[in-house]
């Protein structure tokens, strides 16, 4: 056979392409400089690719975590400490995702292990009255924790109005002028002072005087797995725990039994494997009355494997200037 009847047309137009002694190319005319520069170019997207595929999954919610615990400490939070350790937001599924969420103060300190809320914008918003019964409307947030603890140890603001009260020294906060005591105090005294511009305004509901959040998130759904509610501090022999291995809240409002009332709030919830103890508080120096009997940390006052909790409470609205007759739910009209 024919060599040149085999060799393609390339080789023919190219003679300096064809082949030599039947198995080499000639390379010579090869470009080597564009080919060694789209390399690098490659070779540069790649590890680009690759350091941000790395940060977006490994750091970026913590930078963006680290953001705004400063920006939260530096303008929201005077007297206490707030930090989150990550933050992930999806705003195609309405997700935030967190963790190691901590916030102290004088008062309390609140710890989060991990957790995260869905809000569901994509379900319509149909406007209603804070009055009417929201309980039966469709779940717009659901918020999901684990490892949620409470610790209550002190009432300072309440000793530091008790102080002023007394015109005591004030000990518990000794470089304070104007403690949030003291200013919610001084609202209050006026709120109570009946002036002629108060008495002469129209008393407006609530979705009248502000855009309320309850109708658009009229139904809240809590899960807590793993949580600790402590109260209790040194200065105590003994500190109240209550732990829950598993709890479900679901929070609404229906309508107030009082009509002079704005609404009620209502919460729903059951737990699993509830105990309440009382244990020795640690670094309490004082003297010590042993309880009848430890069992594992303290000694427990209750627990059950199976606990449901109803609470309700009227939203109190404002008090009319002349009496009224109210009809209570029992079908007694009485006069207020």
């Known amino acids: 056979m024919d060599l040149e009847q085999t060799t393609p047309l390339f080789y023919h137009d190219n003679p300096e392409a064809s082949f030599s002694n039947g198995s080499r190319l000639n390379l010579e005319n090869l470009n080597l400089d564009s080919l060694d520069s789209n390399f690098a170019i490659l070779l540069c997207s790649l590890v680009f690719a690759v350091a ?69 914008w994509w379900r319509a918003y149909v406007p209603k009255d804070v009055s009417e019964d929201l309980s039966h409307s469709d779940t717009r947030l659901s918020v999901v924790l684990n490892g949620f603890e409470l610790h209550l140890y002190n009432r300072s603001h309440l000793y530091s109005h008790l102080e002023k009260t007394f015109g005591l020294g004030s000990n518990i906060f000794p470089n304070a002028g104007d403690t949030k005591a003291d200013l919610e105090t001084e609202r209050n005294d006026n709120e109570m002072q009946p002036t002629s511009k108060k008495n002469k305004k129209k008393p407006k509901p609530e979705a009248a005087m502000a855009k309320t959040w309850r109708d658009l998130i009229p139904v809240i759904k809590c899960d807590i797995s793993s949580s600790r509610l402590v109260f209790g501090n040194r200065l105590v022999p003994t500190t109240l ?96």
């Open 52 to 120: 941000w595929v790395i940060y977006i999954t490994y750091y970026n919610s913590r930078v963006v975590a680290y953001i705004i615990t400063q920006i939260v400490n530096k303008l929201f939070i005077s007297d206490g400490f707030f930090k989150i350790g990550s933050l992930t937001i999806n705003a195609l599924s309405g997700k935030i995702m967190f963790r190691d969420v901590v916030y102290v103060n004088y008062d309390y300190t609140a710890r989060v292990q991990d957790g995260y809320l869905i809000f569901r």
């Open 241 to 336: 725990s209550i732990t829950f291995e598993e709890s479900h809240f679901v929070y609404s409002t229906k309508p107030a039994v009082c009509t002079l009332d704005r609404f009620m709030h209502f919460v729903k919830s059951k737990a699993e494997n509830v105990k309440v103890m009382l244990a020795p508080s640690p670094k309490y120096t004082g003297m010590l009355d042993d309880p009848p009997r430890y069992m594992g940390e303290g000694f427990v006052l209750m627990s059950s494997n199976d606990l449901e909790l109803y609470f309700y409470m009227d939203e109190p609205g404002l008090v009319p200037e002349e009496p009224v007759l109210v009809t209570l739910a029992n079908g007694d009209v009485v006069e207020h």
